[in-house]
């Protein structure tokens, strides 16, 4: 019998922490727990994460010497935040003596609002730079600062992302905790850099206790495998990351859930928004990847990359509200906050000669919401009971509840507004759909999806409560995810490693590229990528003068074995046809190491005039996509043919008067590159033979997107 390669995934939400066992040799789900999240334990969180783990454990009879990895997404990077349970900050701003004035502007950032009454406290220090520091002046420096309370230290200097040897040497001084702003990004903009350092530096402390106790935790279970942690932008890290960088967590929940999501449903273009009980969460997915952004705290810009996740507070637990004569809103007090039970899962005996009451489900709420008191009890009338009410939760699912009980809340409501029962359980759900298309429809319009594209996914326990009733409102696709509830857990278990640099470049060159690439790759292979399934990318943001590139790759384990279930050729060419959404014409280009490719003809009518474009679609080994592209062309061959047809291509843009080069993406059966942050066609020649002169196979392909 083939043993079991036990990956854990572990995912701490709001209200309940949910860990997932999935044997990655068969790619099933071996068993999946809930314990509620322990915000007010003395360890916070990791009590709930260690809990998850042991019950997980005792529950499906795993053994340790079975367990390969665990991961697990944070809400305490925000926690903290929001709720101003930071640490004090020192920062020690840097510069030359003549900038003095500008550089003390832009590094003494003060006291900073995280939330409502809730601020990160900070203490201040200039040291000038225009000659050698000596220890004395940076340890008086330190020493003022711990005077003042400061617990941690920030070290910040003007373009210290160039040379950052003075950060490094005041943090060498340093006796208490220190993290320095070219630690975290490679741009400039001194005063964000040093926001950013700021706020991180003001989790620190609290991060290095979780870090370390869930560590000791598993380490104590006799659990040998590697501990790593969900970032915001949808990859994973070490426990060591963590330690330093905490703010890379930042809405590492909901990235956990659309990584989950993206390896259960294949999407090229899509909305994905999972409905938890108390709120929503929607992140757009376009060419196969999700959006991701800068994140802002409390209108702090940050340089910190993660997933755009915008949140409705309406879900499946929302409470509804009323005037005495009309349902007037939906949420966002859920029946978990007010601790009541769904009236859907109550039996119908307990809700007979029920009568509607209104309450507030916290102290300094309005009294508008509504529940039935029947027995002595409360019952909350919530989404859930409404979308059961009309049978539009389908048998089985998480949601489904009793369907008699339901219908039976919804007409004791409906008695009240002088309503049908079909007619109160559909403005309930017109109301809450209302929220999240108000979110969902501006970020089809900025992120230009095309709307015959768009297929909406649905994850989190209340999915099949919202997300039908939200693409029928648009009248688009939509798909629940298998395993919907634990879909979050699931992105957790089975996430890629993904790493990202910046750097401030006017106009970059090949150098440039290759330089951050060897530095990406470098990283992802510390944080235990395996070598033959990274993936490069690279970006330029030409009007902020922003060179990124990214490395993805899946986690290298010591069994040497991939991380999820291989497909074949069969099994990609009706997932290709899938996306594509077509039934005929879809080729298989070529076969290659590690990637399945494919393309097809498109006609397309315009008046009198007709045109072809050749959509292409690479997924990996796996099933995921890594790159879809509109229209483009393909050559294969050896490396010096495909860089000739490359150059070709290049020469003729350039004739028809094109001063921006196409973007190239070069694949050698092991790693995908993409050269699409060089714009002069010359710097995109020299890139593209530069990498296939190091290409690992002698059969390659450039995939060239056309107009």
Same mark, same amino acid.
């Given at each position: 019998?083939?043993?079991?390669?036990?990956?854990?995934?572990?995912?701490?939400?709001?209200?309940?922490?949910?860990?997932?066992?999935?044997?990655?040799?068969?790619?099933?789900?071996?068993?999946?727990?809930?314990?509620?999240? =322990?915000?007010?334990?003395?360890?916070?969180?990791?009590?709930?994460?260690?809990?998850?783990?042991?019950?997980?454990? /005792?529950?499906?009879?795993? /053994?340790?010497?079975?367990?390969?990895?665990? *991961?697990?997404?944070?809400?305490?990077?925000?926690?903290?935040?929001?709720?101003?349970?930071?640490?004090?900050?020192?920062?020690?701003?840097?510069?030359? %003596?003549?900038?003095?004035?500008?550089?003390?502007?832009?590094?003494?950032?003060?006291?900073?609002?995280?939330?409502?009454?809730?601020?990160?406290?900070?203490?201040?220090?200039?040291?000038?730079?225009?000659?050698?520091?000596?220890?004395?002046?940076?340890?008086?420096?330190?020493?003022?600062?711990?005077?003042?309370?400061?617990?941690?230290?920030?070290?910040?200097?003007?373009?210290?992302?160039?040379?950052?040897?003075?950060?490094?040497?005041?943090?060498?001084?340093?006796?208490?905790?220190?993290?320095?702003?070219?630690? #975290?990004?490679?741009?400039?903009?001194? &005063?964000?850099?040093?926001?950013? !350092?700021?706020?991180?530096?003001?989790?620190?402390?609290?991060?290095?206790?979780?870090?370390?106790?869930?560590?000791?935790?598993?380490?104590?279970?006799?659990?040998?495998?590697?501990?790593?942690?969900?970032?915001?932008?949808?990859?994973? =890290?070490?426990?060591?990351?963590?330690?330093?960088?905490?703010?890379?967590?930042?809405?590492?929940?909901?990235?956990?859930?659309?990584?989950?999501? #993206?390896?259960?449903?294949?999407?090229?273009?899509?909305?994905?928004?999972?409905?938890?009980?108390?709120?929503?969460?929607v992140c757009v997915i376009k060419d196969g990847r999700p959006e991701v952004r800068y994140v802002t705290i409390m209108q702090h810009p940050t340089c910190i990359r993660s997933l755009d996740v915008r949140v409705a507070g309406v879900a499946g637990g929302s409470l509804v509200r009323w005037s005495g004569r009309k349902i007037t809103d939906v949420g966002p007090r859920s029946a978990h906050i007010a601790g009541l039970p769904y009236s859907c899962f109550a039996r119908p005996e307990e809700l007979e000669g029920g009568q509607v009451i209104t309450f507030s489900p916290r102290e300094g709420d309005p009294i508008?919401?509504?529940?039935?008191?029947?027995?002595?009890?409360?019952?909350?009338?919530?989404?859930?009971?409404?979308?059961?009410?009309?049978?539009? @939760?389908?048998?089985?699912?998480?949601?489904?509840?009793? /369907?008699?009980?339901?219908?039976?809340?919804?007409?004791?409501?409906?008695?009240?507004?002088?309503?049908?029962?079909?007619?109160?359980?559909?403005?309930?759900?017109?109301?809450?759909?209302?929220?999240?298309?108000?979110?969902?429809?501006?970020?089809?319009?900025?992120?230009?999806?095309?709307?015959?594209?768009?297929?909406?996914?649905?994850?989190?326990?209340?999915?099949? @409560?919202?997300?039908?009733?939200?693409?029928?409102?648009?009248?688009?696709?939509?798909?629940?995810?298998?395993?919907?509830?634990?879909?979050?857990?699931? %992105?957790?278990?089975?996430?890629?490693?993904?790493?990202?640099?910046?750097?401030?470049?006017?106009?970059?060159?090949?150098?440039?590229? *290759?330089?951050?690439?060897? /530095?990406?790759?470098?990283?992802?292979?510390?944080?235990?990528?395996?070598?033959?399934?990274?993936?490069?990318?690279?970006?330029?943001?030409?009007?902020?003068?922003?060179?990124?590139?990214?490395?993805?790759?899946?986690?290298? #384990?010591?069994? %040497?074995? !991939?991380?999820?279930? &291989?497909?074949?050729?069969?099994?990609?060419?009706? #997932?290709?046809?899938?996306?594509?959404?077509?039934?005929?014409?879809?080729?298989?280009?070529?076969?290659?190491?590690?990637?399945?490719?494919?393309?097809? &003809?498109?006609?397309?009518?315009?008046?009198?005039?007709?045109?072809?474009?050749?959509?292409?679609?690479?997924?990996?080994?796996?099933?995921?996509?890594?790159?879809?592209?509109?229209?483009?062309?393909?050559?294969? %061959?050896?490396?010096?043919?495909?860089?000739?047809?490359?150059?070709?291509?290049?020469?003729?843009?350039?004739?028809?008067?094109?001063?921006?080069?196409?973007?190239?993406?070069?694949?050698?059966?092991?790693?995908?590159?993409?050269?699409s942050s060089l714009t002069a066609p010359e710097h995109v020649s020299k890139a593209v033979r530069d990498e296939l002169k190091n290409a690992a196979s002698r059969d390659v392909a450039a995939i060239v997107r056309l107009d």
């Amino acid at each position: 019998m083939q043993a079991r390669r036990i990956r854990v995934g572990i995912d701490v939400g709001g209200t309940f922490t949910k860990a997932v066992a999935i044997d990655m040799a068969r790619g099933s789900i071996i068993g999946k727990v809930t314990v509620p999240t =322990t915000h007010s334990s003395a360890e916070g969180v990791s009590t709930g994460i260690v809990q998850a783990l042991k019950t997980l454990m /005792q529950k499906h009879s795993i /053994q340790n010497s079975e367990i390969e990895l665990i *991961s697990h997404s944070t809400t305490q990077a925000v926690n903290a935040l929001l709720e101003g349970d930071t640490a004090r900050v020192g920062i020690i701003g840097m510069g030359v %003596g003549l900038e003095k004035s500008n550089v003390i502007k832009r590094t003494n950032v003060k006291d900073v609002e995280l939330a409502p009454n809730k601020y990160l406290h900070t203490s201040y220090r200039f040291l000038d730079t225009s000659k050698y520091l000596d220890d004395g002046q940076v340890k008086q420096a330190i020493s003022g600062l711990k005077q003042e309370g400061a617990e941690v230290i920030v070290v910040s200097e003007a373009y210290g992302v160039d040379d950052p040897s003075n950060e490094l040497f005041v943090m060498q001084k340093s006796d208490v905790p220190a993290t320095a702003g070219h630690e #975290l990004t490679g741009i400039y903009g001194l &005063e964000i850099r040093t926001l950013t !350092a700021a706020i991180n530096a003001g989790i620190l402390p609290k991060a290095t206790g979780t870090a370390r106790f869930v560590e000791s935790a598993v380490r104590n279970e006799g659990i040998a495998a590697p501990v790593l942690i969900m970032k915001g932008d949808g990859g994973v =890290t070490s426990m060591n990351t963590f330690r330093s960088k905490p703010i890379i967590t930042v809405l590492s929940g909901p990235a956990a859930s659309v990584a989950g999501a #993206l390896l259960h449903l294949r999407v090229i273009d899509g909305v994905f928004i999972e409905v938890g009980g108390t709120s929503t969460n929607v992140c757009v997915i376009k060419d196969g990847r999700p959006e991701v952004r800068y994140v802002t705290i409390m209108q702090h810009p940050t340089c910190i990359r993660s997933l755009d996740v915008r949140v409705a507070g309406v879900a499946g637990g929302s409470l509804v509200r009323w005037s005495g004569r009309k349902i007037t809103d939906v949420g966002p007090r859920s029946a978990h906050i007010a601790g009541l039970p769904y009236s859907c899962f109550a039996r119908p005996e307990e809700l007979e000669g029920g009568q509607v009451i209104t309450f507030s489900p916290r102290e300094g709420d309005p009294i508008d919401y509504v529940a039935i008191e029947a027995g002595g009890k409360r019952f909350a009338i919530t989404n859930t009971c409404a979308a059961n009410a009309l049978g539009a @939760v389908p048998e089985g699912d998480y949601a489904y509840a009793n /369907q008699e009980s339901a219908r039976l809340a919804l007409s004791i409501l409906a008695a009240r507004l002088g309503t049908t029962m079909e007619q109160a359980a559909s403005i309930i759900l017109d109301i809450s759909a209302k929220k999240v298309l108000d979110i969902v429809e501006p970020m089809v319009k900025e992120y230009k999806l095309k709307r015959d594209r768009i297929v909406f996914v649905g994850g989190g326990g209340g999915a099949s @409560v919202l997300v039908p009733h939200v693409a029928k409102k648009m009248q688009l696709a939509h798909k629940i995810a298998e395993h919907a509830e634990v879909i979050s857990s699931i %992105g957790v278990a089975a996430a890629m490693i993904h790493e990202e640099v910046e750097k401030t470049v006017n106009d970059p060159r090949p150098e440039d590229i *290759s330089e951050l690439a060897e /530095q990406v790759k470098k990283l992802a292979l510390e944080r235990g990528a395996l070598p033959e399934s990274i993936t490069i990318q690279s970006e330029f943001v030409s009007e902020r003068s922003l060179l990124r590139v990214t490395a993805m790759g899946n986690v290298s #384990l010591d069994i %040497g074995t !991939a991380n999820a279930v &291989e497909i074949g050729d069969n099994e990609a060419h009706v #997932l290709a046809c899938e996306l594509f959404g077509v039934n005929e014409g879809v080729q298989r280009i070529f076969d290659m190491k590690n990637y399945h490719i494919f393309a097809c &003809e498109v006609s397309k009518k315009k008046l009198f005039l007709k045109s072809k474009r050749q959509p292409v679609l690479v997924l990996d080994k796996y099933g995921r996509v890594r790159l879809s592209v509109d229209n483009a062309a393909i050559f294969n %061959g050896p490396p010096d043919t495909v860089a000739d047809s490359v150059d070709k291509v290049l020469r003729n843009h350039k004739d028809s008067g094109k001063d921006l080069a196409p973007q190239v993406h070069i694949l050698d059966g092991v790693k995908l590159m993409d050269f699409s942050s060089l714009t002069a066609p010359e710097h995109v020649s020299k890139a593209v033979r530069d990498e296939l002169k190091n290409a690992a196979s002698r059969d390659v392909a450039a995939i060239v997107r056309l107009d």
